[in-house]
């Protein structure tokens, strides 16, 4: 009998990196594929700079929402089910006290829900549901005409759902509240050219839910069931760190190049914890389970053109996944993508701008071989749309 895979809401949570983490989170980063580090400005720099808060002279607050739309991933001759979800933002900048500014982001960093209705991949993700709220207080202070630093503190809450169904099923819903910082650095030689570099801590993840374990298996989970109560585990949201750069013409045109490096070799296995006995479904989903991620880059270029009331934006990124073919399952069928962006802002007046900008993420089609996979998984996509206002004061 092929052994069964029991993987945790954190898990999920891992998603983080590659296609299923969403690091577009405001109406500048969604149009310039968060190609948006050493050029941030705005309200949303609290999040993706906040270093860059110390050279704003304006107070300003941003709330968007994005809109996602998730395609269903073939295999073979099955399709798991088409996703779409809404996630809203909101940013914050303070007025200046002194050399130092305040801001504060609370956004939906990651998220992803997976439901396959058919053997075999209902084996591993019957539903693979995940919802993560970030909210990052963050401080500047400015050394120098030239030179600020920043960071913050990260409070990550997430919580979600796992089922899986075969010779045996489980039922599982978890939570978790923890903590992490960012760090941020901001270096302008001169008044073209701005260099940043941002980092992201890693968080141990800490989920704490109830599982629920049947067997035999039945359609509504109405087998024995073998167990039903407390369960944890702990893996790592994986550090990243961003090097950036970006350059203002004559034209007034503003380029920016990102490098990101999200540190995912932490994410060896994957080891559960339980209150109490699991009998004799112990082999089945009691043992660590290799993972064996990959560090990965991405890169990222955005492009910026102000006009009199307007300001286009477009983007361009090349995103790695992190899943080892060995280890890749149909819970996170992931490849390497790429994505495009496009989005456009409408100063109102002298406070008020409206925005809007989307962006598709295209995954590569991955033929697999290993354990539990033999086939390809192809026609991924996911669509993100975003429109907000922001208020400057």
């Known amino acids: 009998m092929k052994k069964l895979v029991l993987i945790s809401l954190a898990t999920s949570v891992a998603l983080f990196g590659a296609g299923y983490k969403v690091p577009e989170n405001s109406?500048?980063?969604m149009a310039l594929g968060a190609a948006y580090v050493a050029n941030a400005h705005g309200a949303d720099a609290s999040y993706f700079n906040p270093a860059n808060m110390a050279f704003t002279d304006q107070s300003s607050i941003e709330v968007s929402a994005n809109i996602i739309a998730v395609s269903a991933t073939n295999y073979q001759d099955i399709s798991s089910e088409s996703e779409l979800k809404i996630a809203p933002s909101l940013h914050y900048i303070s007025p200046k006290v002194g050399d130092y500014t305040f801001g504060l982001s609370i956004v939906v960093p990651a998220g992803n829900s997976k439901?396959?209705?058919?053997?075999?991949?209902?084996?591993y993700a019957k539903e693979f549901t995940l919802r993560v709220i970030e909210i990052n207080p963050t401080i500047a202070y400015k050394i120098s005409d030239t030179v600020a630093i920043g960071g913050g503190l990260r409070l990550v809450s997430s919580s979600g759902t796992v089922k899986s169904q075969s010779t045996a099923s489980r039922d599982l819903a978890g939570e978790s509240l923890d903590y992490g910082y960012n760090l941020a650095l901001t270096y302008k030689p001169t008044k073209s050219l701005s260099l940043a570099a941002t980092y992201r801590s890693k968080i141990d993840l800490t989920e704490v839910g109830t599982a629920k374990l049947y067997f035999p298996d039945n359609a509504d989970y109405s087998g024995t069931k073998v167990y039903d109560d407390p369960a944890s585990v702990m893996i790592p949201l994986p550090a990243t760190l961003s090097l950036a750069t970006a350059y203002t013409f004559e034209s007034k045109?503003?380029?920016?190049?990102?490098?990101?490096r999200i540190m995912w070799s932490a994410y060896d296995k994957l080891d559960f914890e339980y209150e109490s006995s699991i009998g004799a479904l112990a082999p089945l989903f009691d043992d660590p389970i290799a993972k064996d991620w990959k560090d990965t880059n991405t890169f990222r270029f955005g492009v910026t053109q102000?006009?009199?009331t307007w300001t286009a934006m477009a983007g361009i990124s090349y995103d790695e996944s992190p899943i080892p073919e060995?280890?890749?399952?149909?819970?996170?069928?992931?490849?390497?993508a790429w994505i495009v962006s496009l989005g456009a802002r409408y100063q109102?007046?002298?406070?008020?701008s409206l925005g809007g900008a989307g962006l598709v993420s295209i995954k590569e089609d991955r033929e697999v071989k290993n354990i539990n996979v033999d086939g390809t998984f192809s026609d991924t996509k996911a669509y993100l749309f975003t429109l907000g206002a922001e208020y400057t004061f």
């Open 348 to 352: 109102l007046n002298e406070s008020w």
């Open 115 to 123: 439901r396959w209705g058919d053997q075999p991949a209902k084996t």
């Open 253 to 260: 045109t503003t380029v920016e190049f990102v490098f990101e």
């Open 326 to 336: 060995e280890t890749l399952n149909f819970e996170t069928p992931d490849s390497d």
């Open 306 to 308: 102000p006009y009199e």
């Open 27 to 29: 109406i500048n980063s």
